[in-house]
């Protein structure tokens, strides 16, 4: 399994948002810290602000910042909002025609893997990747619990 790079861009987003909890941040920004393209990273916005997971502000002085305290945002969750399409072989969207059908267990095994995999990402946090010690990320915490 490969995870799209719209998941990878919208991962390093909200690192990067997450260790500047006490301003706004721009995606020329962070465009420019992770090196990818600023017309790719505004779908990445986009998205990340449609799901939730990101507050935007428009205009001059704007930029994004975490909708929600990084505790409180799921790994597993992002994923499943940003990654489209989870199906590991043909058979496992139940569209495709299978010469084996009746007789394989293999997209059963393949269905378990995936569910694991998401299990694993369902316990961890935003700030289980955020490097130790980021100031203001309490103070994020604080702010969007009151």
Do not use: N
């Not at 719209?6 to 721009?26: K, N």
């Not at 694991?116 to 915490?141: K, M, Q, S």
């Amino acid at each position: 399994m490969r995870l799209t790079t719209m998941t990878d861009y919208a991962l390093r987003l909200l690192m990067y948002v997450g260790q500047h909890p006490e301003r706004l941040c721009t995606i020329a920004e962070v465009a420019h810290a992770h090196q990818v393209s600023v017309a790719h990273l505004m779908k990445v916005t986009h998205q990340l602000g449609l799901a939730g997971w990101i507050e935007t502000v428009r205009g001059k002085g704007g930029g994004m910042r975490l909708a929600h305290a990084p505790e409180a945002i799921g790994l597993g969750a992002v994923v499943r909002s940003v990654e489209p399409d989870f199906r590991l072989v043909e058979c496992l969207d139940g569209g495709g025609h299978c010469l084996l059908q009746g007789g394989c267990r293999l997209a059963g095994i393949f269905d378990d893997a995936l569910q694991d995999f998401l299990a694993r990402l369902d316990r961890h946090t935003l700030a289980d990747i955020l490097p130790p010690g980021v100031p203001g990320v309490a103070l994020l915490t604080l702010q969007k619990v009151s």
